[in-house]
């Protein structure tokens, strides 16, 4: 079974602080792992695929990498409005579903 | 905005009401997809439909039933729900299902039953 765990559950920073948010996975063929973010109360909005290890994809403060295991979503100098619910997903196999871990619930304090 | 569309934004609804929720999207996107998301926690898969046939049900009860008029349009027809449906219900759709593309959502139906 496909299994997605992110961590750290909940973080809180500065205005300004960086830092990384990380999603580890457990899947037989990896198809595509993806980003999203979640406000309350809205649907989830994409933020980036990445398919294969080593690759890295990037809007403003956003970066997403991945590796064999792994995906970091590292977000540099953040503001009080990239507080949001991130959440990964990893695509399978020959399986479209999508499984989801229980996101990162990111507060950035101005 | 978002370029898939749901209404009504907010449903209130009694466990003997018969009620739907819509979903359209004008991007071409030939797979739709019903979740379901309880406070906190990640969405879970309800209805997948490819080329507006019914792909997976993943053992979802009847009291939901899924309906794909054409390729834009995406419905979900509620009755005799339980207070444990309260929900937020979101539709998202993709290129097809088999190219591994990102699914985009909608913002969703909040929906309560008294």
């Known amino acids: 079974e496909d299994q997605v765990t992110q961590s750290p559950e909940a973080l809180r920073l500065q205005e300004g602080e960086s830092s990384s948010l990380n999603c580890s996975y457990t899947?037989?063929?990896?198809?595509?792992l993806f980003w999203y973010r979640q406000d309350p109360g809205k649907g989830p909005e994409f933020l980036f695929t990445l398919y294969s290890a080593g690759e890295e994809k990037e809007k403003e403060r956003l970066k997403a990498t991945l590796t064999k295991k792994e995906s970091f979503l590292h977000i540099t100098a953040p503001k009080p409005e990239d507080s949001a619910t991130y959440l990964c997903a990893v695509q399978a196999g020959g399986n479209n579903r999508l499984a989801f871990g229980k996101g990162n619930q990111v507060v950035v304090i101005p | 905005d978002t370029e898939v569309t749901q209404t009504p934004k907010h449903l209130v609804m009694g466990m003997t009401n018969k009620k739907s929720l819509k979903c359209e999207q004008h991007?071409?996107?030939?797979?739709m997809y019903w979740y379901k998301q309880k406070a906190k926690k990640p969405p879970e898969l309800m209805f997948v439909?490819?080329?507006?046939?019914?792909?997976i049900n993943e053992s979802v009860p009847s009291r939901f039933s899924p309906e794909c008029p054409n390729s834009s349009l995406l419905n979900l027809h509620l009755h005799a729900l339980q207070p444990e449906d309260s929900a937020l219900y979101l539709c998202?759709?993709?290129?097809?299902?088999?190219?591994?593309?990102?699914?985009?959502f909608g913002d969703g139906t909040r929906l309560s039953i008294l």
């Open positions: 439909y490819s080329y507006e046939k019914l792909s």
């Open positions: 899947v037989s063929g990896l198809r595509g």
């Open positions: 998202a759709s993709s290129q097809d299902i088999k190219r591994y593309q990102p699914q985009h």
């Open positions: 991007m071409g996107h030939r797979a």
